[in-house]
């Protein structure tokens, strides 16, 4: 679905079905992120899914997406941050960094078409993923970041599905040598086989090393390690809405 940015009837029967069974909590419906925002029947999606919910699902832009998963994460933050903060949320179809100050508006923040779907499915086929393919998908990796200028911050943090599955595997840190240890790791080891170890499903275990090869970009770009957040997308969203 993601090579192709295309929901088959199948896929658009299943979406709904997800989202009458989990986008409804005391009223809030989950936003639509980028593998709806880039559907090429998105119209069809969003017209199924609100039928079926009987309410209007909201479609989040890639700048909606950064700043909302901005107040999601550091409002869940333990400890308070002096100085600016980056947090970086990798979905299955877009990467958003979002740079500010805790309680304050966002001041920077790029959407990037760079997901764990989509670095998956279109360069880590095999089980486990190839040396090289790994190597492709890295080059493809860095040669979108090049250009990016993101300002120096004091602190960074993950969130997102490939950061609260690398909590398991490899703590609440991700610096940049414990990513490559994770990147290398799943390289030798099948997915079920994983997937049992770490106790993470099947599907989420097939996208992490693409979605490790992104965090591990950020991080070398920030000169930071990222901590894993307790809040994110979801939670910003919330927050906006009845904060």
Same mark, same amino acid.
């Given at each position: 679905? @993601?090579?192709?940015?295309?929901?088959?009837?199948?896929?658009?029967? &299943?979406? &709904?079905?997800?989202?009458?069974?989990?986008?409804?909590?005391?009223? @809030?419906?989950?936003?639509?992120?980028?593998?709806?925002?880039?559907?090429?029947?998105?119209?069809?999606?969003?017209?199924?899914?609100?039928?079926?919910?009987?309410?209007?699902?909201?479609?989040?832009?890639?700048?909606?997406?950064?700043?909302?998963? @901005?107040?999601?994460?550091?409002?869940?933050?333990?400890?308070? &941050?002096?100085?600016?903060?980056?947090?970086?949320?990798?979905?299955?179809?877009?990467?958003?960094? *979002?740079?500010?100050?805790?309680?304050?508006?966002?001041?920077?923040?790029?959407?990037?078409?760079?997901?764990?779907?989509?670095?998956?499915?279109?360069?880590?086929?095999?089980?486990?993923?190839?040396?090289?393919?790994?190597?492709?998908?890295?080059?493809?990796? *860095?040669?979108? @970041?090049?250009?990016?200028?993101?300002?120096?911050?004091?602190?960074?943090?993950?969130?997102?599905?490939?950061?609260?599955?690398?909590?398991?595997?490899?703590?609440?840190?991700?610096?940049?040598?414990?990513?490559?240890?994770?990147?290398?790791?799943?390289?030798?080891?099948?997915?079920?086989?994983?997937?049992?170890?770490?106790?993470?499903?099947?599907?989420? &275990?097939?996208?992490?090393?693409?979605?490790?090869?992104?965090?591990?970009?950020?991080?070398?770009?920030?000169?930071?390690?990222?901590?894993? *957040?307790?809040?994110?997308?979801?939670?910003?969203?919330?927050?906006?809405?009845?904060?």
């Amino acid at each position: 679905m @993601f090579r192709t940015r295309l929901f088959s009837r199948l896929s658009v029967g &299943v979406a &709904v079905a997800l989202l009458a069974a989990v986008g409804l909590t005391a009223g @809030f419906v989950n936003p639509a992120t980028a593998a709806v925002r880039n559907a090429a029947n998105r119209d069809e999606l969003v017209s199924a899914v609100e039928a079926q919910l009987g309410e209007a699902l909201r479609v989040l832009s890639g700048e909606e997406e950064a700043r909302l998963s @901005f107040l999601g994460a550091t409002q869940a933050l333990a400890d308070p &941050v002096p100085g600016t903060v980056a947090v970086v949320d990798v979905g299955g179809g877009s990467t958003e960094i *979002a740079v500010g100050t805790p309680g304050a508006e966002v001041q920077w923040w790029r959407s990037l078409p760079l997901g764990s779907g989509l670095l998956t499915d279109r360069y880590l086929s095999s089980d486990p993923p190839a040396t090289g393919e790994v190597d492709a998908a890295r080059t493809h990796v *860095a040669r979108l @970041f090049a250009d990016l200028d993101v300002p120096s911050v004091n602190y960074a943090v993950a969130v997102g599905g490939t950061a609260t599955s690398l909590g398991r595997m490899s703590g609440e840190v991700l610096s940049d040598d414990a990513l490559e240890r994770c990147v290398r790791m799943l390289c030798l080891t099948p997915v079920a086989e994983a997937a049992r170890r770490f106790g993470i499903d099947p599907e989420r &275990v097939r996208l992490l090393p693409a979605g490790m090869l992104v965090l591990q970009a950020v991080a070398r770009r920030l000169s930071l390690p990222l901590s894993i *957040a307790q809040g994110g997308l979801r939670e910003g969203a919330i927050l906006e809405r009845h904060g």
